[in-house]
C-alpha cells in the first residue's frame, strides 16, 4: 500500500481533537427525521399568503381560482409557502388561450364558458398547486434550479437579461413579498404546464430534427407513450412508530404512481460537428460504434444476439435502436435532481451527512437491455453544476495517499465525458435544455453519447454505489426523492411529513412475502444515510429487491447498514429472480442491534492509531466489515461551503469517529453477476417481533466492486 506520510501527519492533527470531544461525549444518532411540531393546520398570526393576496386587487381572479378548490384556507394557516401568483390580465390570456386551444383532445379543455366561471374544478385544482410550493424560496433562487410544487411537478427556474423565468416563460415582476407564512412572487403570466407527451413533444423541437427521427423510426417513440401505470393503490396501515415500536402519526400514502422517462438528445448542431447531417448518415454512425459491440457488450453473447446493421431498426439490437436507446433513462428528471447536488436546495442545511470531500454522482439504467451510465458533478470546480455523462478518470475508486481521494497525477482524466446543457452552464445557441414534458424531461447534450468498449471497461470499472432511490424509479417519478419534511407534510393535510407509507406492490423492483411488511420512505434530512434519505421498513418483515444492472464481472457486494438499538435481525438472500426457490442465503443473519464498538466487528477510532486505522481496517475485513462513509466528514483539503475558510467543523467530523454516531458497510462476499442476469436482494426477519415494531429494515445503498480493485496490490480503495 502507497501511503504519504505528511498527509497521514496532517489529516491526524486536524482530527486529533476528537480525543477530547470523545470525552465530553459523543453527539446522540439522529435515527430519523424531525417532526413538524404540529399535526394540523391552525391560523397563522400577521400577515399571511392569503391576507397579501385578499388585499392585492390585481391578484383577484387566481384568488377566485385558489378559494374554489379550498386552498385559500391553506394558504391562510401556519405553514411554510412558495406563492408565484400571476396577476390579473395573466389569468385572463390564459383562461382565453385555453378556451380556444385547437390542439386540446377535449373542446375548450373541458371548460364552460371563456372566463373565471367557465373553468372546471379540476382545472382550477391543476393551477392553483402548479403554483405554489411547501418549501419557502425567497432570495435564494438559483438559477437552473427547479421548485416542487403542490402537484408534484417542478418549475424550473431560469434567466433573461437579469430577470427570473418560471418554465422558459412567467417572469417574476414583483419578488420576494414576505408574509408571515412564507413568501409570494408576483408573475406575469400563468406558469405554463406541458401536457404533451415525451414523445409527441421532441418532434416539435426543430432542434432535435435528427434524433427525433430516430426515435420514431426505432419504435422507441412508442414506449415513451405511459404516464402513469394502471392502479390505484391502498395501504391499511399508515401509522409511523417510534424508536420503542409505538404507533404514532398517521403518514401519506399516495394512491398513484407516474412514469417518467428522460431522454438525453443531441441537437442537430452536434449531429452535424461529428458528420451527421440526416438520418442516414447517423444510421451509418450508429454502426459504425455498435458493429463490434459483442467484444464488449457481453449482453449480447450472454442472450444468444447479435449486433443487426439492416433496416429492421425496430429490432431492439439493430445499431440504431441500440444508440437510442442508451439515451433512455426510466426515470424523469429536471436538471438540478439528477445527482444530490453540493450545497442544494434539500442539502444546505445538512452538509455533514453529504459527500464531503468527494463529487456527487449516481448510475441510472438505460433502455439499452442491462446497461448503466453514470452522471457527474466533479467537485472542486468553477461551476460547481457542471454535469458530465460517462466521465473517466483513470484509477477512480482507488487512492494513493490515506484519507483523500488520491493525488491528481493518479487520477488522470482518460474521457470528460459528454456535458448536459442547463440552464446556468450551457453551450451557445442551444435554444432547448431541461425541457419538461408531461411524461418526463429532454436534455440536450454537447457530445455524442454512446455505449463503447470505455463504458463498461473504463468509466463504470470502479467501485459502483447505488442508492436505493435511484434504482428503484418510483420515488423519482412520483416526486420523493428530491422531497423534504415540508412538502410531505403539505401532502399529508399538514401532518407527519417525515416518512412516506408505501403499498406493498408500489414498486416494479419489490417484491413482498409477507402482508406483514411495512413499506416506509425517509425523506431527505439530517440522519446517517447516503444522499440523506432511506427506504426503510419493519413488521415481521420479507421482501426482495430487484439490483441494478453491472457488467459482467465479478464484484465484492456489500450493503450499507446503521448499527440501532431498535433495528432488527435479518438474512440476507441471493436469488436469480423474484421466486424465493432462487434464493440462496449469504453469509449468517445480520444483527444490526450490535453495537459498533463490539469486538465482533472491531471499529475503533482509527485517528488514535498510528498507523492511521489501516491494521483496524484489515481486521474488520477479516470479520465482514467496513467503515461507512468518510465522505461524512470533513476533511483538511476540503473547504465547506458553510465553514468559515480553512476551518473544519469537528462536531462533522465526529460523524466518523465517535461511536454514536457511525455507521458500517457488510460485505456480503463475492460472486459473479452476468449483465444480461436478473438479480434479487432477500430481506428477511429472523427474530420474533412479538409485536415490536421498532425492529427495523433499512436499505440505504449498495456497492459492487470489481475484485481487482479490491485486491490492488498498488494502491487502496478511497475511504469515500
Not at 411547501?134 to 402537484?151: F, K, Q, R, V, Y
Not at 466518523?656 to 436482494?681: A, C, D, P, V
Request: hydrophobic letters at 35%; glycine letters at 8%.
Amino acid at each position: 500500500m502507497k501511503n504519504n506520510f505528511k498527509t497521514i501527519m496532517r489529516q491526524m492533527r486536524l482530527l486529533g481533537v476528537m480525543g477530547l470531544m470523545a470525552l465530553i461525549g459523543p453527539m446522540g444518532l439522529v435515527s430519523c427525521n424531525p417532526e413538524p411540531d404540529e399535526s394540523d393546520l391552525f391560523t397563522a398570526t400577521g400577515e399571511t399568503a392569503a391576507d397579501f393576496i385578499n388585499r392585492t386587487e390585481q391578484l383577484s381572479s387566481f384568488k377566485y381560482i385558489l378559494t374554489r378548490v379550498g386552498l385559500d384556507r391553506n394558504l391562510a394557516s401556519y405553514g411554510e409557502y412558495t406563492c408565484f401568483i400571476p396577476n390579473n390580465e395573466a389569468v385572463a390570456t390564459y383562461i382565453n388561450e385555453l378556451y380556444n386551444d385547437e390542439e386540446a383532445s377535449i373542446p375548450h379543455n373541458g371548460m364552460t364558458a371563456n372566463s373565471l366561471e367557465g373553468l372546471t374544478d379540476s382545472l382550477c385544482n391543476d393551477i392553483a398547486r402548479y403554483h405554489l410550493s411547501n418549501s419557502e424560496a425567497s432570495n435564494t433562487i438559483d438559477l437552473g434550479s427547479s421548485i416542487s410544487t403542490m402537484l408534484r411537478i417542478p418549475v424550473t427556474i431560469s434567466d433573461a437579461t437579469g430577470a427570473i423565468i418560471l418554465n422558459n416563460k412567467a417572469t417574476i415582476i414583483s419578488p420576494d413579498n414576505k408574509v408571515t407564512n412564507g413568501v409570494v412572487h408576483i408573475i406575469d403570466q400563468v406558469i405554463p404546464r406541458n401536457t404533451r407527451l415525451l414523445s409527441e413533444e421532441i418532434k416539435r423541437l426543430s432542434e432535435f430534427s435528427i434524433f427525433a427521427e430516430a426515435l420514431e423510426l426505432t419504435g422507441l417513440a412508442d414506449s415513451l407513450t405511459k404516464s402513469k401505470k394502471d392502479a390505484t393503490y391502498t395501504i391499511s396501515d399508515i401509522k409511523d412508530v417510534d424508536s420503542n415500536g409505538n404507533t404514532t402519526n398517521d403518514l401519506y400514502a399516495p394512491d398513484e404512481c407516474l412514469i417518467k422517462f428522460t431522454v438525453f438528445a443531441e441537437p442537430d448542431s452536434i449531429m452535424h460537428l461529428n458528420g451527421i447531417n440526416n438520418i442516414n448518415d447517423l444510421i451509418a454512425y450508429a454502426n459504425r460504434v455498435y458493429g463490434g459491440a459483442a467484444s464488449w457488450y457481453d449482453y449480447l453473447d450472454e442472450t444468444g444476439n447479435s449486433v443487426s446493421t439492416g433496416d429492421d431498426y425496430t429490432n431492439r439490437f439493430n445499431a440504431l435502436n441500440m444508440f437510442v436507446a442508451y439515451h433512455i433513462l426510466y426515470a424523469g428528471m429536471p436538471e438540478d435532481e439528477m445527482v444530490y447536488e453540493r450545497n442544494s436546495k434539500w442539502q444546505k442545511a445538512n452538509t455533514w451527512n453529504y459527500t464531503n470531500g468527494a463529487s456527487p454522482y449516481d448510475y441510472y439504467e438505460t433502455m439499452l437491455p442491462g446497461t448503466i451510465l453514470k452522471i457527474w458533478q466533479p467537485q472542486p470546480m468553477v461551476s460547481r453544476r457542471s454535469l458530465f455523462i460517462n466521465r473517466y478518470v483513470a484509477f477512480n475508486s482507488l487512492t494513493d495517499e490515506l484519507g483523500t481521494m488520491g493525488s491528481a497525477a493518479l487520477h488522470q482524466e482518460v474521457f470528460k465525458g459528454v456535458k448536459i446543457n442547463r440552464t446556468s452552464d450551457h453551450a451557445e445557441g442551444v435554444q432547448n435544455w431541461n425541457v419538461q414534458t408531461y411524461n418526463g424531461y429532454i436534455h440536450s447534450i454537447q457530445g455524442m453519447l454512446v455505449y463503447d468498449e470505455q463504458v463498461p471497461k473504463g468509466v463504470l470499472h470502479e467501485r459502483l454505489r447505488f442508492d436505493s432511490t435511484t434504482f428503484l424509479p418510483e420515488f423519482i417519478n412520483n416526486g420523493f426523492r428530491m422531497s423534504n419534511s415540508s412538502e410531505i407534510s403539505a401532502l399529508n393535510g399538514g401532518g407527519s411529513g417525515a416518512r412516506v407509507a408505501f403499498p406493498l406492490n408500489y414498486f416494479d423492483g419489490v417484491v413482498s412475502y409477507t402482508s406483514e411488511n411495512r413499506f416506509r420512505y425517509n425523506v431527505k434530512g439530517a440522519f446517517n444515510a447516503w444522499q440523506s434519505d432511506t427506504f426503510q421498513g419493519w413488521g415481521d418483515y420479507d421482501l426482495a429487491i430487484k439490483l441494478p444492472p453491472v457488467p459482467s464481472n465479478t464484484y465484492e457486494f456489500r450493503v450499507f447498514y446503521t448499527p440501532m438499538g431498535h433495528g432488527g435481525m435479518m438474512q440476507f438472500y441471493l436469488g436469480t429472480s423474484r421466486s424465493q426457490q432462487s434464493m440462496m442465503a449469504l453469509d449468517i443473519p445480520l444483527d444490526v442491534r450490535i453495537d459498533i464498538t463490539d469486538p465482533r466487528i472491531g471499529w475503533t477510532v482509527f485517528t488514535d492509531e498510528d498507523d492511521y486505522g489501516v491494521a483496524t481496517d484489515a481486521s474488520m475485513r477479516n470479520r465482514g466489515y467496513m467503515r461507512g462513509l468518510y465522505s461524512y466528514a470533513d476533511h483538511a483539503d476540503y473547504n465547506d461551503l458553510n465553514t468559515t475558510a480553512g476551518v473544519i467543523d469537528d462536531k462533522r467530523n465526529m460523524r466518523y469517529t465517535t461511536t454514536g454516531n457511525n455507521s458500517l458497510r457488510k460485505i456480503m462476499g463475492r460472486m459473479q453477476f452476468k449483465q444480461s442476469g436478473e438479480y434479487w436482494f432477500r430481506i428477511k426477519n429472523v427474530i420474533a417481533n412479538e409485536g415490536n415494531l421498532a425492529r427495523k429494515w433499512q436499505f440505504d445503498y449498495i456497492e459492487f466492486v470489481p475484485v481487482d480493485i479490491v485486491d490492488n496490490d498498488t494502491y487502496s480503495e478511497d475511504w469515500f
